[in-house]
């Protein structure tokens, strides 16, 4: 079952995925945050998973990676954030609730009955909305650095936040991109605990040369900001929720995680210390134990 395979849905959109682990086993889909593909998630963390006797599931979401780019006509993030700001709907060519779509129905074609649901930053939102829209299909919730898009959480514009919100140069080579990118993660990232510079480096150039697309990540940032407040959706959530957040993210505050996790019926908390908005691998083992044994005791 290893290896990439690339699926086309009913609405059309295609998703590359990778499927991994014992093939009855219990399904965990993984669900990747703004601009990253799956190769994103660290390896490390996927066979932590698969050893403890889960089946994988992570693909690339609509407008990253390998799968489908979304046509539509040039938009201007920061146009929309000011018209955000006065309270002027966002001009989104989709929205999160469509990429919540893309990610049943990738269960559907790989006919999954239900799946423990994990998402990270962007990805723990459109988790967020399976587990509300789809109850029958998700086994269990784990929403990681992520929000409830409560209104005091979209503007936090930290040196992190703009960072990311920055252009790299215009024309760019493939040298300033990687310098770019290695600013932004450096930023975002948890202080004391990320790896060499070169691995940093040779990570992100990997991403680099599989795909590149900052119109499609600024279409997937339009529709997080399109998709607004979910707590009252969250308040509907009736499967075991588990929220986990980094202690120093600098990126999504961990008042964020907190606030989430307080409109999900009976969820659970995990602050996580050290850890700010990327996985580091000296945490990656108290992730696996913390993802595994909540999704254990969903099944029990």
Same mark, same amino acid.
């Given at each position: ?35 990253? *593909? ?31 780019? #979304? ?130 480096? /040779?990570?992100? *150039? ?49 008042? /964020? ?26 945490? #990656? ?10 999704? *254990?005791?969903?099944?029990?």
């Amino acid at each position: 079952m290893n290896g990439l395979s690339e699926i086309q849905l009913q609405s059309g959109v295609r998703l590359v995925y990778e499927d991994a682990g014992p093939a009855q086993a219990p399904c965990i889909l993984m669900i990747s945050g703004l601009g990253q *593909q799956l190769v994103d998630w660290p390896d490390s963390l996927m066979t932590g998973l698969q050893s403890r006797g889960f089946r994988t599931l992570r693909f690339d979401n609509r407008d990253c990676g390998l799968s489908s780019r #979304i046509d539509s006509a040039s938009v201007n993030v920061r146009t929309e954030v000011m018209r955000q700001m006065v309270g002027l709907p966002v001009r989104a060519p989709y929205n999160l609730t469509d990429m919540a779509d893309d990610a049943a129905g990738l269960l559907d074609a790989l006919n999954i009955e239900s799946a423990h649901v994990v998402g990270a930053s962007m990805g723990g939102m459109i988790a967020q909305l399976v587990a509300a829209g789809r109850a029958h299909r998700t086994r269990s919730l784990t929403s990681i650095m992520s929000s409830s898009g409560a209104t005091r959480f979209r503007f936090h514009f930290t040196p992190a936040v703009r960072a990311l919100m920055t252009p790299p140069p215009r024309q760019a080579s493939q040298a300033q991109l990687l310098d770019h990118l290695e600013r932004i993660w450096t930023l975002i990232g948890s202080p004391g605990l990320q790896g060499p510079r070169q691995a940093l480096r /040779a990570r992100l *150039q990997a991403s680099l040369e599989r795909a590149h697309d900052p119109a499609a990540t600024a279409r997937q940032l339009l529709a997080i900001m399109a998709n607004g407040d979910r707590r009252p959706l969250l308040k509907g959530i009736q499967v075991p929720s588990l929220v986990i957040h980094g202690e120093v993210d600098p990126l999504v505050p961990i008042a /964020a995680g907190r606030d989430t996790a307080a409109h999900i019926p009976g969820a659970r908390f995990i602050g996580v210390a050290g850890m700010g908005h990327d996985f580091p691998e000296p945490l #990656i083992a108290g992730l696996v134990n913390d993802i595994t044994r909540h999704c *254990q005791q969903a099944d029990a």
